[in-house]
């Protein structure tokens, strides 16, 4: 029991530490590694083109949304610092869709579609029936690996150009009025 026990705490106790790790406020970065957020300055990289299904099995090809601003973010339901971002950007979402036409994929890593299927289906996070933003599955982690995506979540834009100009790692506050206009400024 004792051996159950000293397992018990040390497993809390890395739970405790990832958690910490994970939901520290991070950066957002260029491409080139700069820390600023002037990050349309820089040479802007072409976006990896991948193509995946979404929850009703249709296959969705990155290269599709050629012509419109992306934001393109990687996540997983067991992520806790993704589902804190959630929220705010599926408003985000919402929003920037209506006002510029954003189209936001947001690729998970999940083993399957139970678990993604599960959050959305208690309306806890988004209370209506359509999604402002498209959900794909990446069981394997292959795209998010071809990104250099290894931490949860990181978010890429790409603009109409189909040219990725940012990076954002670690979760964000969507509803910043310096992130909205960034992307406002950056979805034209």
Not at 43 to 62: C, H, I, N, Q, S
Request: charged share 25%; glycine share 6%.
């Amino acid at each position: 029991m004792r051996i159950f026990k000293g397992l018990l705490l040390v497993t809390m106790l890395v739970v405790a530490v990832a958690y910490w790790w994970n939901s520290r406020p991070r950066q957002e970065i260029d491409l080139s590694g700069a820390s600023q957020p002037e990050a349309g300055e820089s040479a802007p990289v072409d976006p990896k083109d991948f193509t995946a299904t979404d929850a009703k099995g249709r296959p969705v090809t990155l290269s599709s949304l050629r012509g419109k601003p992306i934001l393109l973010n990687f996540w997983a339901s067991w992520c806790p610092p993704c589902l804190s971002e959630l929220p705010a950007l599926l408003k985000f979402a919402n929003a920037m869709k209506r006002d510029v036409g954003l189209e936001v994929v947001a690729v998970s890593v999940d083993k399957e579609w139970a678990p993604v299927t599960k959050l959305f289906a208690e309306k806890k996070l988004w209370p209506h029936e359509e999604l402002p933003l498209t959900i794909l599955l990446n069981a394997d982690g292959g795209i998010a690996t071809s990104y250099g995506t290894a931490k949860f979540p990181e978010t890429y834009f790409i603009d109409k150009s189909f040219k990725m100009i940012r990076k954002f790692a670690g979760a964000q506050d969507w509803t910043s009025q310096e992130t909205t206009q960034w992307i406002i400024e950056h979805s034209k």
